[in-house]
């Protein structure tokens, strides 16, 4: 026999199913009302300083159809690399937002700041990006990704840096499409399969 | 802002696989390829923080809060309270907890839920709270009723609520389902089933709580949360290489 370890096991995930709208976002799901307001509605306001930029997508799975059902959750930096709640953190930037796949077509949308990049703890900086959280039926387990963009400067991102196929690396990258505008493409499953992370 | 140390590292056998055949959506939803592991970042580490400002009082009773109080719905009146807490048995205090729910004949009001049990005019299917010092939550609503789904030829949920917990990080998102002790239709349940570990599935089914049912009123159900801990030593804010 041993000392007894004193710790728990953490609750098993289980599927948000295809209604996760109704309490998450349920403006969204219509169930306008029964909130003063949906949480994550923004992940700026108005006055957040640093480039305004909008995202859109689709998460496909693995046949190619894009998600009709899915929801993601981003949490990000300010523009100066803090989060908030952290000291000197923009109080314009909400950092949380929550956005839906368009029940038609599957395209979502983000509009926030571009983050700056974020100090490592063990020094060292990783470049500028988005967290990303994706639940929908059919996903177990939420699946964590990041947004990165490809007009900044990625090379010492340590987390990129540990990517093994370099062409994988790219499916964390945003492509620019436009003025402030960027493409962010989730593949679930198969060719161009996007890197989920375990953190 | 002090460091609090990286999460510790998700034990992924503790929850389902993301590929599971008997779940036939997650066939194609499900990455291939293994996941990117990495020690947790400031951006895992840091979430947001919701305030008791941004909540109605009705929020946390879905008897009341789709009419506003005006009446309530119809079904078996439930307590569904316990605590959030992390892997080291410390209390999760200030943190968002979300549920969502079918009404008391099964059916989400929902525009994709078609199902022949008829909505309940007084019934949404949402609830929000904030956890209390000591971790602990409380929602007041009615029991869910079982519904039938498309999977395998006759699949049929059991009653559950699903629920949604922050934490204080982002790593520690967790999305999950309440099931309800004594419902047999647990073990039938392809969902539900995705939970390999006997002992993780029993933990998201909550006991009937007598001590906590309100005479003439209301029964009890008690379900409590465990979300990732963190991992603080004197040795975390060393220097890389030193
Ligand atoms: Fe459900």
Redesign the interface.
């Known amino acids: 026999m041993v000392q007894k370890l004193d710790m728990l096991v953490e609750t098993a995930s289980q599927t948000g199913g295809p209604y996760v709208h109704i309490g998450c976002i349920p403006t969204f799901a219509g169930l306008e009302g029964i909130y003063p307001e949906d949480l994550g509605k923004r992940a700026i306001e108005d006055g957040a300083q640093g480039e305004v930029i909008t995202i859109t997508g689709a998460v496909y799975d693995g046949m190619g159809w894009a998600l009709r059902d899915a929801m993601c959750e981003s949490w990000q930096a300010d523009a100066k690399g803090r989060f908030p709640g952290q000291e000197g953190a923009d109080p314009k930037v909400n950092g949380f937002a929550r956005f839906a796949a368009d029940g038609e077509s599957g395209e979502f949308t983000l509009r926030t700041v571009k983050p700056g990049r974020v100090a490592m703890r063990g020094g060292g900086f990783q470049a500028p990006h988005i967290a990303l959280w994706i639940v929908a039926r059919g996903i177990n387990t939420g699946l964590q990704t990041r947004i990165y963009f490809e007009d900044e400067d990625n090379s010492g991102d340590p987390l990129l840096a540990r990517i093994e196929q370099r062409q994988r690396a790219e499916t964390l990258i945003a492509k620019k499409t436009g003025d402030g505008l960027y493409r962010f493409d989730i593949r679930l499953q198969g060719e161009g399969e996007t890197v989920f992370l375990d953190m | 802002?002090t460091?609090l140390g990286?999460?510790i590292?998700?034990?992924?056998a503790?929850?389902?696989?993301?590929y599971?055949p008997d779940?036939k959506?997650?066939?194609?939803?499900?990455?291939?390829?293994p996941?990117?592991?990495?020690?947790?970042?400031?951006?895992?580490e840091?979430?947001?923080?919701?305030g008791h400002g941004?909540?109605?009082a009705l929020?946390n009773n879905l008897i009341l809060?789709?009419t506003k109080g005006a009446a309530p719905a119809i079904g078996e009146r439930i307590l569904m309270h316990g605590r959030v807490?992390?892997?080291?048995?410390r209390p999760v205090p200030h943190t968002?907890v979300?549920?969502?729910q079918a009404n008391a004949g099964g059916r989400?009001?929902?525009?994709?839920?078609g199902y022949l049990a008829p909505l309940d005019p007084n019934f949404?299917?949402?609830g929000?709270t904030i956890t209390d010092e000591s971790g602990y939550y409380q929602f007041l609503t009615i029991r869910p009723g079982a519904y039938p789904w498309p999977n395998r030829a006759n699949d049929w949920r059991p009653m559950h609520i699903?629920l949604?917990v922050f934490g204080h990080s982002?790593?520690q998102?967790?999305?999950?389902?309440l099931y309800f002790e004594g419902d047999p239709l647990i073990d039938h349940c392809p969902?539900?089933a995705?939970?390999k570990?006997r002992?993780?599935?029993d933990?998201?089914v909550a006991p009937l709580d007598m001590a906590h049912a309100r005479p003439l009123d209301f029964l009890a159900y008690r379900f409590d949360?465990?979300?990732?801990g963190r991992r603080q030593t004197m040795f975390?804010?060393?220097?890389?290489g030193m």
């Open positions: 802002m460091d990286p999460l590292p998700r034990n992924r503790a929850h389902p696989a993301a599971d779940y959506t997650s066939v194609t939803r499900s990455p291939n390829l996941l990117l592991s990495m020690e947790s970042t400031l951006t895992e840091t979430g947001p923080r919701f941004l909540l109605g929020d809060n789709w807490m992390d892997e080291l048995g968002l979300e549920i969502w989400y009001r929902h525009v994709k839920d949404g299917g949402c929000r699903h949604s982002f790593g998102r967790l999305i999950t389902q969902i539900a995705t939970v570990s002992s993780q599935l933990r998201l949360v465990v979300l990732r975390e804010n060393k220097l890389e």
